[in-house]
């Protein structure tokens, strides 16, 4: 049974820092590509972020509003894919989700669709105030 786990949500003052973890059982991350999503109260499910499968082109690819913010990493041996994210502000505040995709094929203009992603985690909240 394939599940995903997010976890290392919390609460944060602006300009603070936090690195949520995405984990797998029954499931190779570094075969896929794993995206970040986030959902804010009464807003649509955002794409936060995406990475490439290991043996994929490499890439990484991030929404305009976390540029220069947020890393995307993996770590392969720990069945790993992280979101570092600095400098957070208060509209970063949203519960997170990863979710794998079953292809790279086009991920370059596909990261960012909701329906492409295959299996999610249950979520982990993060609030940013002060």
């Known amino acids: 049974q394939v599940q995903l786990v997010e976890s290392g949500g919390g609460s944060v003052q602006p300009g603070g820092s936090l690195r949520l973890s995405c984990s797998a059982s029954?499931?190779?991350?570094?075969?896929?590509?794993i995206g970040w999503f986030r959902q804010a109260p009464g807003k649509e499910q955002e794409a936060v972020s995406c990475i490439s499968k290991v043996n994929g082109d490499g890439r990484t690819f991030y929404t305009d509003s976390v540029k220069g913010r947020f890393t995307i990493s993996r770590d392969v041996a720990k069945n790993t894919v992280y979101l570092q994210m600095t400098d957070l502000k208060p509209e970063d505040t949203a519960v997170y989700y990863c979710a794998s995709n079953p292809t790279e094929h086009g991920l370059w203009y596909r990261w960012r669709r909701v329906g492409e992603y295959e299996h999610w985690g249950q979520g982990t909240q993060v609030t940013v105030s002060s």
């Open positions: 029954g499931f190779t991350l570094a075969d896929y590509p």
